[in-house]
């Protein structure tokens, strides 16, 4: 069973940064290469929505309102996805979730991840 464990949640002010980091479980190196991975967020009392991802051969989207300030990208030597979180605004405070899902898939779609992590907590104080 694949397990994606979030870390690197934290509190900043607004115009900062932070890195979340994707560490997955379960899966043997060669069988990891063929996942694609996705983070997505949550607010209170709302679903969860579709940040950035990165498939299987390192293709990537964005939402429209992280575009320009969020990156993500991932470490096949150490099975680790990653978003780099910059020019933090208020509104981008949540949960943020670590999703996979196995072969080439370019989506946003919460539907299409089997695998998820726990969530990490982000807040942003202005």
């Known amino acids: 069973q694949l397990q994606p464990v979030e870390s690197g949640g934290d509190s900043v002010q607004a115009g900062g940064s932070l890195r979340l980091s994707c560490v997955v479980h379960?899966?043997?190196?060669?069988?990891?290469?063929?996942?694609?991975f996705a983070w997505f967020r949550q607010f209170p009392e709302k679903g969860r929505e579709g940040v950035a991802v990165?498939?299987?051969?390192?293709?990537?989207s964005y939402a429209e309102s992280v575009k320009g300030r969020f990156t993500i990208s991932q470490d096949k030597r150490t099975m680790t996805a990653f978003l780099e979180m910059n020019k933090l605004k208020s509104e981008d405070a949540g949960i943020y979730y670590c999703?996979?899902?196995?072969?080439?898939?370019?989506?946003?779609?919460?539907?299409?991840?089997?695998?998820w992590g726990q969530g990490t907590q982000v807040t942003v104080s202005s």
């Open positions: 999703a996979a899902r196995w072969g080439v898939l370019l989506t946003l779609e919460t539907t299409d991840y089997k695998y």
């Open positions: 379960g899966e043997n190196y060669n069988k990891w290469l063929r996942y694609s």
């Open positions: 990165i498939t299987a051969d390192d293709t990537v």
